[in-house]
């Protein structure tokens, strides 16, 4: 009785959107052999964590640092997207702890949708206070 070993490259094509818990089955791909049943091959997709987004369901999530003045007067941001695009986010509102601003359509492509859908970017803020006021600031109310 011999055996031998083949190699045999899977190729998973992975789609935009798929969430952690996705199932790619090769079905009969595992290990065989005489009297032996191959069993199936399966992959679990898992999120690799990013620099800078969160995701939650098919919306980003990302954090900006902004300054105390302009949160209070505005500002237009730009947040640098997964395809490498760069948003310009205009700010009109004055943030506050636990402000966000919701971007429709910058998020992850929704799997199996018919139109292309996506999900949202979805940003909050880290305010970033003075350490010191010069006279003249603390005099100007």
């Known amino acids: 009785h011999t055996s031998s ?7 998973i094509n992975v789609k ?4 952690p818990g996705t199932k ?4 009969k791909e595992g ?11 399966v992959f679990l ?6 620099p800078h987004y969160r995701r939650e369901g098919a919306d980003l ?6 300054q105390l003045g302009k949160a209070l007067v505005g500002d237009v941001i730009e947040v640098p997207t997964l395809d490498n695009r760069m948003l310009s986010i205009p700010i009109n509102d004055i943030v506050q702890p636990g402000y966000t601003k919701r971007v429709i359509g910058e998020g992850m492509p929704i ?16 305010i970033v206070f003075p350490t010191k006021l010069h006279e003249q600031q603390k005099n100007a109310h």
Do not use: M
């Open 24 to 27: 790619i089955t090769f079905q």
């Open 31 to 41: 290990d065989q052999g005489p009297n032996t049943i191959p069993a199936d091959i």
């Open 5 to 11: 070993i083949r190699d045999k490259i899977l190729t």
């Open 16 to 19: 935009a959107g798929w969430r």
């Open 111 to 126: 799997s199996n949708s018919k139109e292309e859908e996506k999900g949202d970017l979805v940003i909050s803020f880290d």
């Open 45 to 50: 997709v898992k999120d690799k964590e990013h």
């Open 61 to 66: 999530h990302y954090k900006a640092t902004i």
